[in-house]
């Protein structure tokens, strides 16, 4: 048997590619779906390794915890509320058929109840553009338009933490290891610059991969690498 490739190393889930998820402590999502409203108050500010957003601990009148992403401008000590009776306020959690149209969420979720899918990385905000019928139509953070379901739920406001990606990682090692925390890949070397051993498109051609990009049918795991099974090839005519 041959050498495993990248790919299939990471299909395998070794310790290297396994993002140390014991170390994430939260999971920021919306409260469970009821038909009551509930007030918390925001307890403290807290940094997660596995959100690119800072995350908020609040604390309900029922005695129960739970974390929320953190929205800008929001402070311990501050009021957020979910359900039919909040406020239009930032922070605050509601059915889209409550939010006015033109309002800035974020933390949209795609089902509901699902806690919230949409729109969650640190800075981004979605608009709220028009109703119609059981739909929602909002603009992404892509400037694309999709459409909700008018009783999904979504926070008011914009993500935290807008500046993160302002500020260089300086060094290769530095981002080596904001890429450790989360179990992502990193650093990504071309094909045909790895060695015949770990590439079928590598060897000592220079960086050429001196056979056709296009996968066999029949190819085993570790050689399906390239194009596979495209529609078609060439220029468009």
């Known amino acids: 048997m041959g050498k495993r490739i990248i790919s299939q190393r990471r299909g395998r889930a070794t310790r290297r590619f396994i993002a140390p998820s014991h170390r994430y402590f939260a999971e920021a999502k919306h409260k469970t779906l009821d038909d009551k409203s509930y007030f918390g108050k925001v307890v403290e500010i807290l940094h997660s390794t596995s959100h690119t957003a800072p995350l908020a601990l609040i604390q309900y009148e029922d005695g129960n915890y739970s974390y929320i992403i953190a929205p800008e401008g929001i402070a311990v000590g501050d009021i957020v509320a979910t359900g039919k009776k909040a406020e239009i306020k930032v922070g605050n959690t509601m059915q889209l058929s409550e939010i006015p149209e033109g309002t800035l969420v974020y933390n949209i979720e795609s089902k509901l109840g699902d806690g919230g899918k949409f729109v969650r990385s ?95 049918r029949n190819a085993p795991p570790g050689r399906k690498v390239g194009l596979v099974r495209p529609r078609r090839t060439g220029r468009i005519r």
Not at 126 to 131: D, E, F
Not at 145 to 151: A, L, P
Not at 166 to 181: L, Q
Request: proline content about 6%; glycine content about 12%.
């Open 122 to 216: 640190s800075g981004t905000f979605a608009r709220v553009l028009a109703k119609t019928g059981d739909k929602v139509k909002i603009l992404m953070p892509s400037k694309k338009e999709k459409e909700f379901h008018i009783n999904c739920r979504a926070t008011i406001g914009v993500v935290s933490g807008g500046g993160r990606t302002d500020k260089p990682f300086i060094k290769a090692g530095n981002r080596w290891h904001a890429m450790r925390a989360k179990g992502r890949l990193y650093p990504i070397v071309s094909a045909v610059a790895m060695n015949a051993v770990e590439h079928p498109f590598g060897s000592g051609r220079g960086r050429h991969m001196g056979k056709p990009n296009i996968a066999p």
